[in-house]
């Protein structure tokens, strides 16, 4: 678990990897997700493609210097929503699961990694039979999780919130 939390703290909210192609600002409004009754609006989405597994990332904003010096080591504290999948997907459903690495996700699974800087934690998908519906469209992937439980991480029996999204890959 250690190693999971490790691999999502680097993949989730490194800014330092950002580039200008993949770091505008969204224009479509629908973007965003929904953690235990509070709704987020995607603002900035990135794929990092790490060679063992494929992350999208989206957070609410877009971070300040100040804040992205300030955490170069750490979480950005941002609102933010990281999909990961073991290559970069194609159309279809995808299983949501939990696993204490991204690079053991199957072909059809994805892993769900959220961080809540109003709350100050962060949540993972659980093991489900809950379908995400992954389309694309010019290159673009976009990926819906309808209604779905993430658990807090770092604590045993930690809480558990609804979660749904709209990310789109800017």
Do not use: H
């Not at 909210?13 to 950002?18: A, G, I, L, Q, Y």
């Not at 990332?57 to 750490?74: F, G, H, L, V």
């Not at 999909?83 to 769900?112: C, H, Q, R, W």
């Amino acid at each position: 678990m250690k190693k999971l939390l490790l691999i999502l703290c680097v993949s989730l909210f490194t800014m330092s990897s950002c580039n200008k192609e993949g770091d505008s600002p969204n224009d479509q409004s629908s973007a965003g997700w929904t953690l235990g009754g509070s709704n987020f609006s995607q603002v900035l989405s990135r794929k990092i493609p790490s060679g063992v597994f494929v992350a999208y990332q989206a957070w609410d904003k877009i971070p300040t210097s100040a804040e992205s010096a300030a955490n170069s080591n750490s979480f950005v504290a941002l609102n933010g929503v990281s999909v990961l999948f073991k290559s970069t997907p194609t159309a279809g459903k995808y299983k949501i699961v939990i696993t204490p690495d991204p690079s053991m996700l199957n072909a059809d699974e994805l892993m769900i990694s959220v961080e809540d800087k109003t709350r100050n934690k962060r949540y993972a998908s659980t093991a489900t039979s809950v379908l995400a519906d992954v389309t694309v469209n010019g290159g673009k992937v976009t990926i819906k999780v309808p209604t779905t439980k993430v658990l807090q991480q770092g604590l045993l029996g930690g809480e558990t919130l609804d979660f749904s999204c709209t990310l789109v890959e800017q």
